[in-house]
């Protein structure tokens, strides 16, 4: 079958170059506008005092007049809101013997660590930042198991339906544009993304953030913004992100963050380049374990490893995509993949025909194609769609999706064989190689050691605990924001998919 029509063909297109690499674009990176101060939230919400409205006048008011005598906007922002009295963080102060803390939380996210890497013998210093803290066997994440919504998943506790980033590129039928997570320039603008990330909760409850290179936006729809922003770059060295993390970790009390979110993608590069058991992904997972050392060493020199959380956490796995069986989506559909007007959600097709369109017809025939020879990609509509994947009820989910299983890639006769990288995810989240990885160290990780001891009842919660091994049973990281907001001390959070009890066996001390 020939496909003169580019248009119709790019519109199809499975992956953009950037995808097939993991890659996001350094060009058109729009410049950061520092967003509004954050309303703080009243603890009470009931009680009637000085209304956010008037707090945020008075912080505006506060920025200009320090900013006429020259001080810098994020400090300014950080001295007003640290010395007004903190309406929900913690805000009780350890010492590490010289300077005083509140209790800070600093998560990373090492993109693409599967989490079954951690026992391949590269990670020696994660694996004994985890045995002296704790890990998971694995972290689930949400479907589908893409870098964009499991980050937004791992801010704001939310299934993709909920936060509404469902996939790395997507079309919005209502405002009639499309998401491409390479277009930061259009798709970071704060309209794309429900849901309140865990810094803007922290910043509402009178906590100062900073954001490392986070996939996401800048700003949120309330306008809030992180204290701190520092935008994405590609191919930034992990040294000198450990350098900015405890830059800021040295910041002088009234301007240091309590809560502070890193990103590093290259890992997920090398999986994408090379496929996830090749000499180039397991060297760069030894580079990232340095990088964890020389972070957790860094916090140990300032003995604040009891002040101090760190949680190491990843969005999704990876698997080896270098010799899929091959689904020819226009094969399939004969003249009807011509009407496809929008095709979703690589390396699914989440599919919007052009209107006019016998949707049904076509739904058939993906059905019967799939029914078969079972196994190699499942179709699904809003009402079939498996309940455990959380992704129906959204309008930005086109109306048919079809979901390749693993070994498999969705294809056209124009792309051919080149649409894949040589490894990839995106597949089904209960799928062990799609699983991703959770180490925690800090004070939380003592205790939930202790609460273990103490508790009888708690072991559940665990899947093991010999040999000095706490390693937690997997769980769903819609549960991450509930996690941090409990250990910055924050009560006045946002609704998730999560459940904040889910912590309770690990905070019994
Ligand atoms: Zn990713």
Redesign the pocket.
């Known amino acids: 079958m020939s496909h003169p029509n580019t248009k119709k063909a790019k519109a199809n297109s499975p992956a953009t170059e950037d995808e097939l690499v993991?890659l996001l674009e350094d060009a058109n990176l729009p410049e950061y506008v520092q967003g509004q101060p954050c309303d703080l939230e009243d603890q009470d919400k009931p009680q009637p005092t000085r209304s956010s409205r008037e707090k945020k006048y008075a912080t505006i008011a506060g920025v200009l007049i320090a900013l006429i005598f020259g001080g810098a906007l994020a400090k300014v922002l950080s001295t007003l809101r640290a010395a007004s009295p903190a309406p929900g963080a913690d805000d009780t102060l350890y010492s590490n013997g010289t300077h005083e803390f509140k209790k800070t939380v600093l998560i990373v996210s090492i993109?693409?660590l599967r989490a079954d890497y951690l026992d391949r013998g590269f990670t020696p210093h994660l694996l004994d930042i985890s045995k002296k803290g704790l890990r998971a066997k694995y972290m689930k994440p949400i479907f589908p198991t893409?870098?964009f919504p499991?980050h937004w998943a791992l801010m704001t506790g939310l299934y993709a339906e909920s936060h509404g980033i469902i996939a790395n590129n997507f079309w919005d039928p209502v405002i009639r544009s499309e998401f491409a997570y390479n277009r930061p320039e259009a798709s970071w603008n704060s309209s794309w993304w429900f849901g309140e990330p865990m810094w803007e909760t922290a910043e509402k409850s009178g906590a100062i953030t900073a954001n490392l290179m986070w996939p996401g936006p800048p700003v949120t729809t309330s306008g809030c913004s992180p204290t701190y922003y520092i935008p994405w770059r590609n191919l930034v060295p992990l040294q000198e992100k450990l350098d900015q993390i405890m830059t800021w970790i040295d910041f002088p009390l009234e301007t240091r963050p309590q809560l502070i979110m890193a990103y590093d993608p290259s890992l997920?590069q090398a999986g994408h380049l090379t496929g996830p058991m090749s000499a180039l992904t397991n060297k760069t997972l030894a580079e990232v374990d340095i990088f964890a050392k020389d972070l957790h060493n860094s916090l140990e020199e300032r003995n604040l490893t009891d002040i101090v959380d760190i949680i190491f956490v990843s969005?999704?796995g990876m698997t080896d995509t270098s010799h899929p069986e091959w689904v020819y989506l226009d094969d399939i559909l004969g003249e009807g993949y011509d009407l496809i007007e929008h095709s979703d959600g690589w390396p699914s097709a989440g599919l919007r025909f052009k209107p006019g369109t016998n949707e049904s017809k076509y739904l058939d025939i993906l059905l019967n194609e799939a029914g078969l020879n079972p196994g190699r990609f499942d179709v699904f509509t809003h009402e079939t769609m498996p309940e455990r994947y959380h992704f129906a009820n959204h309008y930005r989910i086109a109306p048919i999706y079809v979901v390749p299983n693993m070994h498999y890639a969705l294809t056209n006769r124009v792309e051919g064989e080149s649409g894949v990288s040589k490894g990839n995810?995106g597949y089904d989240n209960d799928e062990p190689s799609m699983r991703a990885m959770f180490v925690a160290h800090g004070p939380f990780s003592h205790g939930a050691k202790s609460s273990l001891s103490s508790l009888s009842e708690s072991v559940e919660a665990w899947d093991s605990t010999s040999d000095d091994h706490y390693i937690m049973k997997g769980f769903d990281n819609v549960q991450i924001y509930s996690l941090v907001m409990r250990l910055l001390g924050i009560e006045n959070t946002a609704s998730t998919n999560g459940t904040r009890s889910f912590w309770d066996p690990y905070f019994k001390f």
């Open positions: 993991g993109d693409g893409l870098t499991n997920d969005d999704h995810h």
